[in-house]
């Protein structure tokens, strides 16, 4: 039992290895230079040079790649489609879990319908919609095509229908609450753990969003991965530059992951037992 | 929206259980018309960006397009152009056999490591949080880092390989071996995941049902394959299915493992169709050729996930 139970934690072990090995390798580059690459063994200890790579990150040697403006870009788009998306799949989640309405069924089952179909097919005709509308290389682009997502208001209908009791609903009513009274001060409160892991998962996908925004924008009004493919190809020798790039797109997802890692774990096993 | 105004006249008796400030048509109103409004801007909006576009890809794809623009209807060419395209073909060999080679080892490495998970363990959280870490890393930022570890002349897989007699690889030259270097992008990115709705479905079983197969003599791996299994099958179908879709859209990983070359290698020997796809429109801006590649990426993925299906099917079949 003992030798079996030394086994489970060293092939555990080497999994984590694995799996945090390259982000670890990430960081070690980002904090040296150049000459660390093709050096075997390699190098397993941070070096000193994060603050002079972050500088060329976005000083003129890189300015190809518009890293800053990806960033911002990025951060702009993220924080309003995830606003966006989970307000709106909260509300027709509400509504699909709690209201009474003919045709609720047909509908509800559209919206399942629409979970199934690869989005990435419709980007050729979204994309003449958009030189229509006149928004390439515009940052509405990456933004309003994605303010609402079907697996959002499935995972809120799922939610809410437990986490909002009937009872609660009906007392709101008999003290003459509207509806949308109701969604305000009864049902959001009970809606906001749920509502959180689909926001932190809304807020993972769109910033880590790509093949979209190479389509429709340009390079020099890219977004933060778009950039980072930018750094790819066109320093594709200068690997701490391309490396402190990654780090730097990829920091903020990893602290929303420390603070919010126990959630998410909880998001996706919930999501697992319901499906 | 909110309607607390406190001191506007009642226009009608107050309604049992309702509101005494409002008149009864916005009651009636509130009950039966505002459940529409608020599924309305979901329905609204995908709509215009989702289901529209969709329809419109198979317009599109009966369409010739060129430099210049819309050149007219030309029914089902695109299609039939297709079917006798070697690149298009080539490109659906790649996407599948990436398919096979990325979903395979991931469904198979979650299967463990949730199992193993799913014992009473020292230091839990750090292991799921440790296994689940690569899912917040971007595509692109996963292609940099193994492209990097890649390298034919610098990368340290080749410097690891070199230790156990292994001469250098040039992992991006040969099918396979850029096969086995992109899909291992995919297997990293999602084996933590996979384990996780694994090890959901693991820890719904009841302990029972271990208990009585100890009694009746069944060791752990027995246990594993005739109760673990068969019970989180619902689980393995939504990843099998899930990675399907996932796998048969792949792009980021292949194309920036080329350093951003959309036609995947030299010898295309690492495009896959959502690749192809994107070198028709956006570079040979033929629209009706990209859409048409489009539609058929669809038709594979129902295909495969169908044949998935009765794969699945069968073995629950075998296995009572």
């Known amino acids: 039992m003992k030798q079996r139970n030394t086994l489970v934690y060293l092939t555990l072990l080497v999994s984590l290895v694995l799996s945090i090995f390259p982000l670890y390798w990430l960081f070690v580059v980002a904090t040296r230079s150049n000459d660390v690459i093709g050096q ?31 960033l911002l870009n990025s951060a702009i788009a993220s924080i309003c489609v995830t606003v966006s998306v989970v307000f709106f799949s909260s509300l027709a989640g509400f509504a699909f879990a709690k209201l009474r309405f003919r045709g609720r069924n047909a509908l509800l089952i559209s919206v399942l319908a629409t979970m199934m179909v ?158 | 929206m909110t309607t607390d105004a406190p001191a506007r006249p009642a226009r009608t008796a107050p309604t049992p259980g309702g509101a005494r400030t409002r008149p009864g048509w916005w009651n009636r109103f509130d009950l039966h018309g505002s459940p529409y409004l608020f599924i309305a801007p979901f329905f609204v909006l995908f709509a215009a960006f989702g289901l529209f576009p969709l329809g419109y890809t198979a317009w599109v794809s009966l369409r010739s397009w060129d430099l210049t623009g819309d050149a007219g209807f030309v029914g089902f060419a695109n299609y039939s152009r297709l079917f006798g395209d070697p690149d298009f073909w080539n490109a659906v060999v790649n996407t599948l056999g990436l398919l096979v080679l990325a979903t395979v080892p991931q469904l198979l490495l979650a299967l463990i490591v949730a199992a193993l998970l799913n014992r009473p363990l020292r230091a839990l959280l750090v292991f799921r949080l440790g296994v689940l870490a690569p899912i917040v890393t971007s595509v692109a930022a996963v292609a940099i880092v193994f492209g990097q570890l890649y390298g034919r002349d610098t990368g340290l897989v080749n410097g690891a390989l070199g230790l156990i007699g292994i001469s250098p690889i040039d992992w991006q030259a040969g099918k396979l071996s850029s096969w086995v270097a992109v899909s291992s992008m995919v297997n990293w990115r999602w084996t933590g995941y996979n384990a996780l709705i694994y090890l959901a479905a693991m820890q719904a079983i009841s302990r029972d049902l271990y208990e009585a197969a100890q009694i009746d003599g069944a060791g752990p791996i027995r246990q594993f394959r005739n109760i673990t299994v068969p019970l989180i099958r619902p689980a393995l179908i939504f990843t099998v299915v899930m990675s399907v879709i996932g796998g048969m859209q792949l792009f980021t990983e292949p194309l920036l493992f080329g350093q951003g070359d959309v036609s995947g290698g030299s010898l295309r020997q690492f495009q896959t169709i959502a690749m192809y796809m994107f070198e028709q429109s956006f570079q040979n801006f033929d629209y009706g050729y990209g859409s048409a590649v489009a539609w058929m990426i669809f038709l594979l993925t129902v295909v495969v996930g169908v044949v998935n299906l009765l794969i699945s099917r069968r073995l629950r079949g075998g296995a009572q």
């Not at chain 1, 070096?47 to 518009?66: M, S, T, V």
């Not at chain 1, 609450?177 to 009970?190: D, Q």
């Open chain 1, 118 to 275: 690869p989005v990435q097919m419709g980007i050729v005709p979204l994309y003449m919609v958009m030189v229509k509308l006149g928004w390439q290389n515009h940052l509405q682009a990456i933004i309003v095509p994605f303010l609402v997502s079907a697996f959002g208001v499935f995972l809120m209908r799922q939610y809410a229908e437990r986490a909002v009791p009937d009872e609660l609903i009906e007392a709101a009513r008999l003290d003459g609450c509207s509806t949308f009274g109701l969604f305000v001060r009864v049902v959001s409160p009970a809606l906001r753990p749920g509502a959180a892991v689909l926001g932190l998962f809304t807020f993972m996908g769109t910033w880590n969003e790509f093949l979209w925004p190479l389509a429709v924008m340009e390079a020099d009004n890219p977004t933060v991965q778009f950039s980072l493919s930018q750094l790819a190809t066109q320093y594709y020798t200068d690997y701490t530059l391309m490396f402190t790039g990654t780090l730097i797109a990829t920091v903020p997802l990893l602290l929303v992951f420390i603070l919010f890692g126990r959630q998410l774990i909880s998001g996706i096993m919930d999501g697992a037992v319901r499906s």
């Open chain 1, 40 to 70: 075997f063994p390699p190098p397993l200890a941070p070096g000193g040079n994060l603050g002079d790579n972050i500088q060329r990150l976005f000083g003129p040697e890189a300015e190809e790649a518009h890293f800053a403006r990806g």
